[in-house]
T-cell receptor
């Protein structure tokens, strides 16, 4: 089936550093979603992107919908310890939508050293 | 709003036992889904529903049943538990609006099958 390539798989950074992660696909998507999952919790939506080229911020987080519609990236500026968690991307294909068509990346695990 | 709630939070079963994982949402969302999350596998869709009385299979439906008698509730039934069903199960919901795919997740049920 369709897959998203999410990278890097894991990151270990110092507090205050900027972080960048991305997702790529062989298919064109019409929606990109970025979620964060903390230990023992369900994923929480961070940013939703609906248009190619769209750049959206949520506090220290910025995400972009790639112009080719096959990729997206998430940046975190000035990381803090509470940024720790697993970040997932998810994309919706251009087929008529239902839940089956939401494709998930395998996640980027982020650790922040205070 | 409580959002998406799941019970129980933890469960241990013996092989062959059956049980029902409960999921409820109070946001009047039309779409509800069940995912399982396993290490290295990301989120995999088990079953989903686009409205009361309508369900369909996702990526990994075998061994699970669902029903949707009301908008609010979407229980997941394990018919005869197997060790391969040891996982973390997440219920999610989203509005049935065209072009909106942002899902809201419950806190998860951690299931161990011995």
């Amino acid at each position: 089936g369709q897959q998203l390539n999410q990278s890097p798989q894991s990151m270990f950074i110092q507090e205050g550093e900027d972080v960048s992660m991305n997702c790529t696909s062989s298919s064109i998507f019409n929606t990109w979603l970025w979620y964060k999952q903390e230990p023992g919790e369900g994923p929480v939506l961070l940013i939703a992107l609906y248009k190619a080229g769209e750049l959206t911020s949520n506090g220290r987080l910025t995400a972009q919908f790639g112009i080719t519609r096959k990729d997206s990236f998430l940046n975190i500026s000035a990381s803090i310890p509470s940024d720790v968690g697993i970040y997932f991307c998810a994309g919706q294909t251009t087929n008529a939508g239902n839940n089956r068509k939401l494709i998930w990346g395998l996640g980027t695990s982020l650790a922040v050293n205070p | 709003n409580a959002g998406v709630t799941q019970t129980p939070k933890f469960q241990v079963l013996k092989t062959g036992q059956s049980m029902t994982l409960q999921c409820a949402q109070d946001m009047n969302h039309e779409y509800m889904s069940w995912y399982r999350q396993d290490p290295g596998m990301g989120l995999r869709l088990i079953h989903y529903s686009v409205g009361a009385g309508i369900t369909d299979q996702g990526e990994v439906p075998n061994g699970y049943n669902v029903s949707r008698s009301t908008t609010e509730d979407f229980p997941l039934r394990l018919l005869s538990a197997a060790p391969s069903q040891t996982s973390v199960y997440f219920c999610a919901s989203r509005p049935g609006l065209a072009g909106v795919y942002t899902q809201y997740f419950g806190p998860g049920t951690r299931l161990t099958v011995l």
